[in-house]
């Protein structure tokens, strides 16, 4: 892997001083050697002129469904249940390795053309093999994980899984997958929401995550009809039920939670739950908005994913930080959610709920070279004079912005230009699998 020396850049290096200085950054293997107003080195293999640029963390979104990039503009102007069931599971029932593949690569392409470096990414019941190595060949830092679905009503029968079957293959593919490429991917227990599954499964995922002391993510308490079908079934919410079956712990990532009690706001930040904000999603889906800042006053982990692509529609975190600042001052007032705030949830906030901090999330000797950067020298975020760097790229600066992508001590995207996939292929094979996909649906509802 070759030494790559950043220079003359604006660093926003978000660690524990959140210092921002104009400097350098040597990057040995897939870690950063140093960081100074000038670092010399020999034997640079490459040098990346960076001035007048921005340098930031690299993006880390915690809750992504790469199966469903295929999906974009097929379930719009829906509620959550009716979305899931009339559109969402049909066409992940309909999905072939070859269509989940493009799927998750044309999803990664928009990812790191805005900035992504990590994802927490949850796959279908079938096929993940095939996301996984889309993974692995991209370069992106992933957690990810099949998703588990042995209950439910108005399920197509092709994701309808026997409990044993979901555990076996979730463990085969963790053995298979979890700490490839040195850590760059790991696994997630990944059971859809209470909603589908069983209390035999889930109990098992907390044991299993216990075992192998790996990560579970789930969804929980996004919608009002999803609570009150949980609360039929077990006579408790959401959160009160996972603590019930032991699957509350410092592992557990948590999608949405926007409809929680103080009860449940109070098992989260006992357990060390973490959350993952999705505004985009939760506004489109007209879910309802988070009350992201009580959870934060309380010292729990809060971060930002933008969902799935049939959901927001896209995948691009400048939207969600945007959307995270500006639904909040609404509510609750214009200093509610602060851009330094909003822009540590897409950063070290998203590296804390992958249990990463001491490797990613922020630019520090010794860490993993997971970076972006950013051409700010344009109409839209100027003038720079005078104006905090973080407010600009919160809520003036867009994906377009993005020039360059490492990730691992990897130059993914330059100039614009992604290097581990071929974008023309991609799209042409996107648009193929989801015409196939759309004619094989009526089949399989």
């Known amino acids: 892997m070759p030494t790559i020396l950043i220079k003359n850049a604006e660093i926003i290096t978000m660690n524990e001083k959140e210092e921002v200085f104009i400097g350098d950054i040597l990057i040995e293997n897939d870690r950063i050697k140093a960081i100074g107003k000038e670092v010399s080195a020999q034997g640079i293999d490459k040098v990346i002129d960076a001035r007048n640029r921005t340098v930031i963390p690299g993006f880390i979104q915690t ?112 053995e298979k997958w979890h700490m490839y490429d040195n850590g760059r991917i790991q696994y997630a227990f990944s059971p859809r929401f209470v909603v589908s599954c069983t209390e035999e499964l889930l109990r098992e995922v907390g044991h299993l995550s216990s075992h192998y002391n790996v990560n ?98 896209n995948l691009d975190m400048f939207n969600e930080m945007r959307l995270a600042a500006l639904i909040q001052k609404s509510v609750h007032g214009p200093t509610s959610m602060d851009a330094r705030t909003v822009f540590k949830m897409a950063t070290i906030g998203g590296a804390k709920a992958m249990g990463m901090a001491h490797e990613i999330g922020s630019i520090e000797v010794g860490k993993k070279a997971d970076l972006a950067i950013l051409n700010l020298q344009d109409f839209h975020s100027f003038p720079s004079y005078g104006v905090d760097p973080i407010s600009r790229i919160v809520y ?49 509802i």
């Open 63 to 174: 809750h992504i469904h790469l199966c469903q990039t295929l999906f974009r503009g097929k379930a719009d102007d829906l509620e959550l249940m009716d979305w899931l069931k009339k559109r969402i599971w049909p066409l992940e029932a309909a999905h072939d390795e070859e269509s989940i593949y493009y799927s998750a690569l044309l999803g990664i392409g928009e990812l790191i053309q805005s900035g992504t470096t990590s994802i927490v990414d949850m796959e279908t019941v079938h096929h993940t093999d095939y996301a996984i190595q889309a993974i692995a060949e991209s370069g992106i830092r992933a957690l990810t994980g099949k998703v588990m679905m042995d209950k439910g009503q108005e399920v197509p029968e092709r994701l309808q899984e026997k409990t044993s079957e979901s555990i076996q293959q979730s463990v085969d593919l963790l």
């Open 396 to 444: 003036s600066a867009s994906k377009s912005d993005v020039e360059t992508t490492i990730i691992n001590g990897r130059v993914v995207m330059e100039n614009r230009i992604i290097k581990t996939m071929d974008k023309h292929t991609v799209l042409q094979e996107a648009n193929i699998a989801i015409g196939r996909l759309s004619k094989r649906i009526t089949t399989l």
């Open 216 to 313: 579970v993510h789930t969804h929980a308490s996004e919608n009002r009809g999803e609570i009150a079908i949980v609360e039929h079934e077990t006579g408790m919410r959401n959160i009160a039920y996972l603590e019930h079956i032991g699957l509350a712990n410092e592992r557990l990532i948590l999608a949405h939670c926007i409809w929680l009690d103080e009860n449940e706001k109070r098992i989260i930040k006992e357990k060390g739950v973490k959350v993952s904000h999705c505004p985009g999603s939760n506004m489109k889906l007209a879910s309802g908005i988070a009350e992201i800042p009580h959870l934060l006053e309380q010292n729990i982990s809060v971060s930002l994913g933008a969902d799935g692509a049939p959901c927001n529609n």
